[in-house]
């Protein structure tokens, strides 16, 4: 058994036998709380047996005749399929006269010629263990009635009367099932198979039908050539007689088949867990039917329930448990079996009695969120026994909730059916039995909806031009919306033309594959929402003829069902030219207000040519259509005749009402006047009404003409007011209006703010803090703070500059701020004042401070000058900001050379008093790098850098000279070195002496790409490595023909020689001895001609080829030999012998080249 688990493991790869794990297992599970059990499960090992051995006779069959070929297969476990091949293992052909049976026999139900052959083989395979057993061949011949009187008239006399019959007709007779009645039982839910193959001549049809009653729709269907009816999944209901019928045109043969169902047995209520607490009631019901009825049995604990220990509050009844005043010891696992002959049913039900404090399994504070009318459902999962009760609070102090507007559900679920925004909130649930009490929060959020409020609309488009299709949205703003746009909901084609917008979809240069329907799809996290448009695509213009213009404007404008708030507008649409209409737009004129005026009333689809029309009190009404298509808008129609509604109190209120002060002592509300046909009468006035709020004051009205301000004199400054303002005309007035807080003038505020303190955090920045003012003070609408600092002085030059003030403002009632960008070392002043919206209060006392040093700014500047051989001078100024006090000038600098590679660095400190130094002891005509910065206490700023050469020495240098045409006023200097200082000197000479002047100049840097080494070029190595290789061979070649040689006596030549030059050679290593020269003695490197196995034979290495030189240089002979290349002179030239061989020999060469 596997560890911590309760799986059952049965290995027999590494050994055992199947059979000796055969049998029935049951699984067991036990605590302290009882004991549950598994059904039983049964093993048994799979078999494959063999077919018996039976000699099998030749099947010879008159034509015509029916036959049945047996297969009767070995039983195995689990059974096998059956198919029919031949030796070629391609299956046997079946059809509605040759098929196999459900017990795997073929049958015939007639035989034909065609069907004559050996192989008729039957196959079992047995999946289990994926193997096939085969039957051996059954033979079949079928004699037809032609060769069987030949073979009657070979053997009698001609006298004699000879004829086998013809093949007769026959009608059907049953081969399976037998006899005209049979009976089949089948279990519910189970496939039920019935089948009637049947003989005859012809092959008889098969039908099936149902005594009384009627085959099952959709479960019913033929299998086999309707040969095998099948039902699937079968009830009780399915019992009854099937009558199968074979018919053909001589007759029929039935069979009646008798179906029962039984039924195993089948939950009807299966026992569920029980949870308890000490003193409660309760009850396990266990039902189940089946065919027979099954027997209902307990156990307790997995031990039958009659010998199971007592329990005095459980009493069994029937399929029924009842349990009365339970104590915790009555905790058990009890087993419901329900068996009968065709099987059982097992299940486990645990009664456990539990006394429990209320726990909440939801998450604390979890956050619901959902779209405005729509349901919410906020979780309240719990636990308990007793079962607790559940209440529901909203918010911190509420009350519990009840009425319709909540569902309250049994696992603790609170449902808001319609969720509005002010449902938002906190929500407590509460659960408590008599054990205790415990609660959880959540948070409900309640979003807006996403709208499509601009929805794409219906077009008609040319072809290869442009359209645009809109799709403007409205959404909650802590939703983010995803816009997809869809194409006969399909994705966009992947195609350049279609450019996807914000709000938008274009679709550039219109093909005829783009009509279709187009939808935008919006989604939330919450909800989505969508709109289509139909794309027309319209051809172009056939011919020149057919022209696409704007629409005629519509005519006969007529108004019907005149009331006092609407009317209805008809027209008839004028000529389309050719690009239909889309929408028609309705204007209006007041006559009354605005004569000559027209205004937007609203617009209709194009297939509209009527409209309801809402109206205002007393306005003179004429109105006009204008017709729209995809090519641009039409002339207005005529004007409709005229209609002047009837005068009515106001509607409305005028809007955005406001109550400001302009001076200290006075209030001046202002609104926007209702427009002309808003007035809804004649005598259009506003009645304006005040009163101090807070103060127990009555209202002070004003009634004015038609303006749109007020000021109300003698107020107290800075003083709430409530306002509003109602529209009145000769007819009344309009609703009551809604009131606003406005204020009187504010004046100056008349405090300083106090305690002002200056922290410094570094040498340029500051932190200010004061304390606020006294609101009263203020005297208006507290706006800020503002700081007012200045430089006073810098502590490093002690000098004064005109004053230039800075001003940093702080909004709303801070207490601090920081001020940048202040300079270091130096003194500062701040004041800071209070601020309204009339101006600023008096400024607190001055407030000085002081930065701290800082690191110093670059040097002013920095020139080098008089350059000479081995000296520079160098004058620099002071830093424009010092920021403290100077310390030190730290000077740093390195030679540069040709290649821009820096040198070694120098460093000098030099004393803050300086300005100038002298750097001797230099390289001459070196170009130098420098780099000078100022040191304070703090720090070192930042440097400035130059470079500078010092001159060519003249001494060391020769000059070189050029003559010039006198009449050209400049030279070309060539060939100079990259990097280098000159002197030029241009001198004149003429009657009256010779005159010059001179200067220094430098080239400019080599290219990088240029300096380059040669000895590191890959070509460079390549092609050494490639004359190494040449040379080699060649040394090679030379050596093979000398040793193969043998007829040049250059031993005895070379010992015939006297020049002292010559060193004979080593006998012991095979080597040429050393060259020597005369002056001064030093040895050239020894040259081997030693052979790959490193042995020289005397006899075959001692000749030379001195003697056959042609020169002091060496040559090749006609065989491609070396000559000449081991004498350095001729011998008629032994005067001088004291000079050394000026050319070695080949292989010294390859040597001292390597």
Known sequence: MKPNSGTLVINIMNGGKAEAYEGVY????????????????????????????????????????????????????????????????????????????????????????????????????????????????????????????????????????????????????????????????????????????????????????????????????????????????????????????????????????????????????????????????????????????????????????????????????????????????????????????????????????????????????????????????????????????????????????????????????????VAQKDSTGTYTCVARNELGKVQNEVQLEVKDPTMIIKQPEYKVIQRYGQVSFECIIKHDSTLLPTVIWLKDNDELPDDERFLVGKDNLTIMNVTDKDDGTYTCIVNTTLDSVSASAVLTVVAAPPTPAIIYARPNPPFDLELTGQLERSVELSWIPGDENNSPITNFVIEYEDGLHEPGVWHYQTEVPGTQTTVQLKLSPYVNYSFRVIAVNEIGRSQPSEPSEQYLTKSANPDENPSNVQGIGSEPDNLVITWESLKGFQSNGPGLQYKVSWRQKDVDDEWTSVIVANVSKYIVSGTPTFVPYEIKVQALNDLGYAPEPSEVIGHSGEDLPMVAPGNVQVHVINSTLAKVHWDPVPLKTVRGHLQGYKVYYWKVQSLSRRSRRHVEKKILTFRGNKTFGMLPGLEPYSSYKLNVRVVNGKGEGPASPDKVFKTPEGVPSSPSFLKITNPTLDSLTLEWGSPTHPNGVLTSYILKFQPINNTHELGPLVEIRIPANESSLILKNLNYSTRYKFYFNAQTSVGSGNQITEEAVTIMDEGKEDWKKEIVNGSRSFFVLKGLTPGTAYKVRVGAEGLSGFRSSEDVFETGPAMASRQVDIATQGWFIGLMCAVALLILILLIVCFIRRNKGGKYPVKEKEDAHADPEIQPMKEDDGTFGEYSDAEDHKPLKKGSRTPSDRTVKKEDSDDSLVDYGEGVNGQFNEDGSFIGQYSGKKEKEPAEGNESSEAPSPVNAMNSFV
């Open 26 to 417: 049951q699984c067991t599970a036990r605590n302290e709380r009882g004991a549950a059990i598994s059904n039983n499960i049964v093993i048994r090992p799979s078999r494959s047996p063999l077919w018996t051995k039976e000699k099998l006779e030749p099947n010879q069959v008159r034509e015509g005749d029916s036959l049945v070929l047996h297969c009767r297969p070995p039983v195995g476990l689990p059974p096998p399929i059956i198919f029919w091949m031949d030796n070629a293992f391609q299956r046997l052909p079946q059809s509605e006269r040759v098929s196999q049976g459900l017990n795997g026999d073929l049958y015939f139900s007639n035989v034909q010629p065609e069907d004559t052959r050996e192989d008729y083989i039957c196959y079992a395979r047995f999946n289990h263990t994926q193997t096939i057993q085969q039957k051996q061949p059954i033979s079949v011949k079928v004699f037809s009635m032609d060769s069987l009187n030949d073979t009657i008239a070979a053997n009698l006399s001609d006298t004699d009367i000879y004829g086998a019959k013809p093949v007769t007709e026959r009608q059907p007779i049953l081969l399976t099932p037998t006899g005209s009645t049979s009976t089949k039982v089948e279990l519910r839910g189970n496939v039920l198979l019935l089948e009637c193959i049947a003989a005859g001549l012809p092959t008889p049809v098969i039908h099936w039908i149902k005594e009384g009653g009627e085959l099952p729709a959709n479960r019913t269907f033929f299998e086999n050539f309707k040969k095998t009816l099948k039902i699937i999944d079968v009830s009780e209901a399915d019992s009854g007689n099937y009558k199968c019928i074979a018919r053909n045109i001589l007759g029929s043969a039935h069979h009646v088949i008798s179906v029962t169902v039984k039924a195993a047995p089948y939950w009807i209520t299966a026992p569920r867990n029980l949870v308890l607490s000490p003193g409660e009631d309760g009850t396990l019901i266990c039902r189940a039917n089946g065919n027979p009825k099954p027997n209902i049995s307990w156990l307790a604990n997995g031990v039958p329930i009659a010998i199971a220990p007592e329990d005095p509050s459980r009493k069994v009844d029937g399929d029924t448990i009842i349990f009365s005043h339970v104590q915790e010891r009555s905790s058990a696992v009890y087993q419901c079996n329900a068996s009968n002959e065709y099987g059982y049913l097992l299940a486990n039900a645990f009664v456990n009695v539990l006394a429990e404090p209320p726990r909440i399994l939801t998450p604390a504070n979890k956050l619901y969120q959902v779209i405005s009318d729509s349901p919410a459902l906020l979780d309240c999962a719990y636990f308990g026994s007793p079962k607790p009760e559940i209440e529901w609070f909203k918010g911190v102090k509420g009350s519990i909730l009840r009425g319709s507007e909540y569902v309250f559900h049994d696992n603790g679920t609170l449902e808001i059916p």
